[in-house]
């Protein structure tokens, strides 16, 4: 089975501060995506890499940068946390070309 | 433009009481649909793939078909352990990063 594991399923942070989330998932898969989930708003793709050191933007990339050193690992950065930042974090992974993708279980950030 | 439309967004139904879940799409060359299960607070749990207009998959009492503008999600004789959000997703055709674009989802509850 796919297993895909997020460094921390709840995390609550202080406006300014600077967030590390951690996705490592153990299918050698090529690709890695970070998504937030909100309601009403659903799954929105923050940023994905197909390949270590290589990163692309997806739909709200704003406020967020990305870390892909080892393939097996994909690290999600909020430079300076803001309160509008509060939400799910969603780490998945596919192969390379296809689109089935798994999800780790989450992180419920607050920022307060 | 890619899109993905669910409807409809919350359906309650009876124990036993048999019915579909819709996701419409448009895309310029569909290279995947993906359907996928939810629980509260947790990640998507993948379901199926499909791939071209006549194709159906089963699994215990989900089935999932494909048409060329949308695909249903027909749930026979549910159980209230099929309460969850079903997410759908599609794979641009000109996409080889792996990219998704999903729905925004349908909650169902399923009463005793």
């Known amino acids: 089975d796919v297993k895909v594991t997020q460094s921390s399923r709840y995390l609550v942070k202080r406006t300014g501060e600077k967030v590390f989330l951690e996705c490592v998932q153990d299918?050698?898969?090529?690709?890695m995506f970070w998504y937030r989930q909100d309601p009403g708003l659903g799954l929105r793709l923050i940023y994905f890499?197909?390949?270590?050191?290589?990163?692309e933007k997806g739909d709200i990339p704003e406020g967020y940068s990305v870390s892909r050193e080892k393939k097996e690992r994909f690290s999600l950065i909020l430079e300076s946390a803001s309160t509008n930042q509060t939400s799910m974090y969603l780490c998945?992974?596919?192969?390379?070309?296809?689109?089935?993708?798994?999800f780790g279980p989450g992180t419920r950030l607050t920022v307060t | 433009e890619d899109q993905v439309t669910q409807s409809p967004e919350a359906l309650r139904l009876q124990e036993g009481e048999s019915s579909s879940l819709n996701c419409s799409y448009t895309?310029?060359?569909?290279?995947?649909l993906f359907w996928y299960r939810q629980d509260p607070g947790k990640g998507p749990e993948f379901l199926f793939t499909?791939?071209?207009a006549g194709e159906e998959k089963e699994k215990e009492r989900l089935k999932a078909t494909l048409t060329k503008k949308e695909s249903f999600l027909h749930i026979t004789a549910p159980k209230p352990e099929d309460s969850a959000t079903y997410l759908c997703?599609?794979?641009?055709?000109?996409?080889?990063?792996?990219?998704?674009?999903f729905g925004q989802g349908t909650t169902l509850q399923v009463k005793p």
């Open positions: 998945a992974s596919s192969e390379a070309g296809r689109g089935e993708q798994y």
């Open positions: 299918m050698d898969h090529e690709n």
């Open positions: 890499s197909y390949d270590v050191k290589m990163k």
């Open positions: 895309v310029s060359g569909l290279r995947g």
């Open positions: 499909l791939y071209s």
């Open positions: 997703a599609v794979q641009d055709g000109s996409s080889n990063t792996g990219k998704l674009i």
